[in-house]
Every structure is written in C-alpha cells, then in structure tokens.
C-alpha cells in the first residue's frame, strides 16, 4: 500500500466512524435519555445489572480511554470500577454535560488524528493496539451499550424509537 492510500484509506476510516459516533449513536443515546426520568436512569433490576447511567459514565469512560488517550495521547486518568458503582442519582444536566463535553473532546481528536499513524501501535487500557482497532472497538462499543439501553427504553416504555423513520429497510441494493 503506498503512503497515498494509507492517507485515504485512514482518512476514510476516521471519517466513518465519526459518522457512526456522531450521526447514528449519539443522537439515539439522547434520544434513548430524552425518554427516561432520573429514576430509571438509575434503576438497577437487579445485583447482576447495571443502569442505564452507568453505561453512559462507562461510555465516556471508555472512549476517553481509548480515544483521547489512546490515540490523542491526553493521560489516562479513568477510573473504571466508578462507572459501575455509582448509584446515582446523578442530576440529568450534568450526566448530558459529561456527555457532551466528553464527545466534542473525541471530535476534535478524530479531526486532529493523523490518519498515516493508524497502523502504529498504542498503550491503551490493559492492550496494545493499533489505531485502527482502537477505532473499531470504540465504534462496536458504543453502538453495543446504546442497543443496551435502546432495549431498556423499549422495554420500559412501549415505544418505537424510530431511528429508521422514512428509511425503507426492505428495500435491495
């Protein structure tokens, strides 16, 4: 692959996984929020189970993690275990602001990345992984904990979130 390609092809990358942060599970997650009062936010069914405010601390967790020290080389100051055992209830304004101050961090870190730098490896977490996987694995983790609390509020509520609206699903290529 010549230096060309590896700039377009990283290029590329960065910018579909914006594209799936930004455009497609973010905006669900609000969505998904937007729907709940403080004290489901906070419920837990059981020991076992976390809340849905747990997922999106650990959301912001991780992709701090991952993205603005893993790739932006910001110190790793996570606190991991206080995703979980918090109990809330957090007020709802200042769990959207962790939110929106930690996805607007991961932003400007995806449009400052240089993209020939993806195959290099990182220190992150417990791994060293290149840049390209940590992309992946932040990109499948988001979207896996907000089908999580996707679930919760459908479940909770009765409701069709739509997040297809106006898109005809059983149409081929």
Same mark, same amino acid.
């Given at each position: 692959? #010549?230096?060309?390609?590896?700039? #377009? *092809?990283?290029?590329?990358?960065?910018?579909?996984?914006?594209?799936?942060? &930004?455009?497609?599970?973010?905006?669900?997650?609000?969505?998904?929020?937007?729907?709940?009062?403080?004290?489901?936010?906070? &419920?837990?069914?059981?020991?076992?189970?976390?809340?849905?405010?747990?997922?999106?601390?650990?959301?912001?967790?991780?992709? %701090?993690?991952?993205?603005?020290?893993?790739?932006?080389?910001?110190?790793?100051?996570?606190?991991?275990?206080?995703? &979980?055992?918090?109990?809330?209830?957090?007020?709802?304004?200042?769990?959207?602001?962790?939110?929106?101050?930690?996805?607007?961090?991961?932003? %400007?870190?995806?449009?400052?990345?240089?993209? #020939? #730098?993806?195959?290099?490896? %990182?220190?992150?977490?417990? *791994?060293?992984?290149?840049?390209?996987?940590?992309?992946?694995?932040?990109?499948?983790?988001?979207?896996?904990?907000?089908?999580?609390?996707?679930? *919760?509020?459908?479940?909770?509520?009765?409701?069709?979130?739509?997040?297809?609206?106006?898109?005809?699903?059983?149409?081929?290529?």
């Amino acid at each position: 692959m #010549t230096d060309s390609q590896v700039q #377009t *092809f990283g290029q590329v990358l960065i910018v579909e996984c914006e594209r799936r942060l &930004f455009d497609e599970s973010l905006p669900r997650l609000k969505k998904c929020l937007s729907l709940l009062t403080e004290d489901e936010i906070w &419920f837990r069914p059981n020991d076992e189970t976390v809340s849905v405010g747990n997922l999106v601390l650990h959301l912001c967790g991780n992709v %701090r993690q991952w993205i603005m020290s893993g790739l932006g080389g910001a110190k790793d100051t996570r606190e991991r275990s206080k995703e &979980f055992s918090e109990q809330g209830p957090l007020p709802m304004g200042q769990l959207e602001r962790r939110l929106e101050e930690t996805m607007a961090e991961v932003r %400007r870190v995806l449009r400052e990345l240089d993209p #020939t #730098t993806l195959l290099e490896k %990182r220190p992150v977490q417990a *791994f060293e992984e290149s840049g390209i996987s940590i992309l992946v694995h932040v990109v499948e983790h988001f979207s896996y904990h907000v089908g999580q609390i996707t679930y *919760f509020v459908k479940s909770t509520k009765g409701v069709d979130l739509q997040y297809y609206q106006g898109v005809d699903l059983s149409k081929k290529a």
